[in-house]
């Protein structure tokens, strides 16, 4: 009998650690069970590759969109990173982005919302060199790369349909480092 008490009390004690450790079954259920995804945030998309798992969610009330990176461990899932992007009236705007990097993955989310009925695709460019999504007004498109890049270093650029660059993603000058957004190039 004392071993049965036992084996159900550390059944308990492994129990109440899962589930406040934030480990859940499900990926979704683990970007939900993060902390700072509460009660008044709505689902928007999901962005996976092989090894990563990306949720955007959106809080009207906040005003900000919040992108949650979710990892796997076996046959449970755990969600410890998020970010926000608040809300903008600009025509073209990112609203989720993310870099993660540990010892067994690393991968880049950027999603974009065009409100620019001029801006047809966006390009990116890194080390492992250029990739492009076509982009129409009042949609999203993503990228989803299977390396780790800070968003402000994959030299984003939206461009018309003739491939004219329209916007930058970047900072405004080289000096300010506290608004990073899309910036329209004058030409």
Not at 112 to 140: C, M, P, Q, Y
């Amino acid at each position: 009998m004392k071993k049965v008490r036992i084996g159900l009390g550390l059944s308990i004690i492994c129990i109440v650690i899962f589930i406040f450790g934030g480990y859940r079954f499900t990926p979704l259920a683990a970007a939900k069970a993060n902390s700072f995804v509460t009660k008044d945030y709505e689902l928007i998309g999901e962005y996976k590759n092989d090894t990563s798992i990306f949720y955007l969610f959106k809080n009207d009330g906040q005003q900000h969109y919040r992108t949650v990176y979710v990892n796997q461990n076996n046959l449970i899932y755990r969600s410890n990173y998020s970010n926000i992007f608040p809300y903008s009236n600009d025509d073209l705007q990112t609203i989720g982005g993310m870099s993660i990097q540990d010892e067994n993955e690393a991968a880049t989310v950027l999603i974009i919302h065009s409100l620019d009925e001029n801006v047809a695709s966006i390009r990116l460019e890194s080390d492992f060199g250029i990739e492009t999504k076509e982009i129409l007004k009042d949609e999203i498109a993503y990228f989803l790369l299977p390396f780790a890049k800070q968003i402000d270093q994959l030299n984003a650029v939206a461009l018309d349909k003739n491939g004219n660059k329209l916007y930058y993603y970047g900072y405004e000058s080289n000096n300010s480092f506290n608004n990073l957004k899309w910036y329209k190039i004058e030409n």
